[in-house]
């Protein structure tokens, strides 16, 4: 099976498939036909599929796995690196694995001799639907996420959903966390046409827990859809693209305060939906039937909500990169499917938890 998506802005191709690897990297060779190339792997993904990759390790820079490993002295490592192979403006850099490794690539590649061509071959369920595709490029600082970035497109995203059989159950499940946002958000996303994925997902559940093929591929096609409609209307998050923050702002509060250990970032993304769906019933923004199935959704996918101290985490989104002035802002959802950008002063928040 093979689906092929297009983003319009930069003109480029994700391709969606369980074919044998060996596609995958003919698809990247006529691709990168007369490059240069150097390949930014993750630890865990070189050791399961240097051999069936056929890599050759003169074109490779393996990197630590982990959200803390997103860092300042990776990313010098990548330049250098590439800069010690020679690279010019005319060749790639490759990343091959989650969004970790997509993101601190994509930032090197953006930044080397002002921007070079990058691919994305996403190996998580979570950066093969959202984090690959986009363009947005980051690394971390010690007490603020993606704080350093760009917007930078890659050259092509090439999917291959094998890669889903060694990820772990955890790292699977924080994947679902991210698909489960687009359910909130499908009718802010304005696509040509209805998903109904809010639906979809309520009578897949068992289907993507046990990766039947063709329910992998259609819900990562369903997400990317939108997500393509969103970044092809509002490349650099200027507008409509800040929707795709739908749970982040606490989120990202969470990951930091646990020092990107006691969550993963599906399982912080969905506290923070957890957090504005209860916000958004409190005040009445949504109805109690719709805030019973919103919550309902995210149970069955095995996520129950947590308890913590919010204000604990307000000096920390009070640094978040979409924080205003004083204000720490917010996606709420105000109708089934719909979030609205919503901004609060500190104490606003205290006073309302």
């Not at 997902?201 to 939108?226: A, D, G, H, W």
Request: net charge positive; glycine share 6%; with cysteine.
């Amino acid at each position: 099976m093979k689906q092929v998506l297009n983003v319009e802005i930069k003109n480029y191709n994700i391709t969606i498939t369980d074919d044998d690897f060996s596609k995958t990297m003919e698809e990247l060779n006529l691709l990168t036909a007369s490059q240069k190339r150097l390949f930014i792997v993750s630890n865990k993904v070189f050791k399961l599929y240097f051999d069936k990759l056929g890599l050759n390790k003169e074109e490779v820079l393996v990197l630590p796995d982990g959200e803390k490993n997103k860092n300042f002295k990776n990313y010098i490592k990548i330049l250098e690196t590439a800069a010690q192979k020679g690279l010019t403006r005319e060749d790639a850099i490759i990343a091959i694995g989650g969004g970790v490794i997509g993101d601190i690539a994509g930032f090197a590649a953006s930044t080397y001799m002002r921007g070079i061509d990058y691919i994305q071959i996403p190996t998580t369920l979570l950066s093969m639907v959202d984090s690959s595709v986009g363009g947005k490029t980051a690394i971390d600082m010690k007490n603020a996420k993606n704080i350093v970035g760009t917007f930078y497109q890659p050259k092509a995203v090439l999917i291959n959903i094998n890669f889903l059989k060694t990820l772990n159950k955890r790292q699977f499940k924080s994947g679902l966390g991210e698909i489960l946002k687009y359910a909130f958000i499908e009718e802010n996303c304005n696509y040509k046409q209805p998903l109904y994925l809010f639906e979809y997902l309520t009578l897949c559940c068992e289907k993507l827990f046990s990766q039947e093929p063709m329910t992998i591929m259609r819900v990562i096609e369903y997400c990317l859809n939108l997500k393509i409609a969103v970044v092809n209307e509002d490349e650099k998050e200027s507008g409509l693209r800040k929707i795709l923050n739908f749970g982040h702002t606490l989120g990202h509060a969470l990951e930091v305060r646990g020092k990107y250990r006691m969550f993963t970032h599906g399982e912080a993304i969905v506290q923070g939906m957890f957090f504005v769906l209860n916000w958004a019933k409190k005040v009445e923004l949504i109805s109690y039937s719709y805030h019973r199935l919103a919550i309902e959704l995210l149970n069955k996918y095995g996520f129950k909500e947590q308890k913590f101290k919010i204000s604990e985490l307000i000096e920390i989104m009070k640094k978040d990169k979409k924080a205003i002035s004083d204000k720490i802002v917010f996606l709420i959802p105000c109708d089934k499917k719909k979030v609205k950008e919503v901004k609060f002063r500190p104490e606003e928040i205290l006073e309302m938890f």
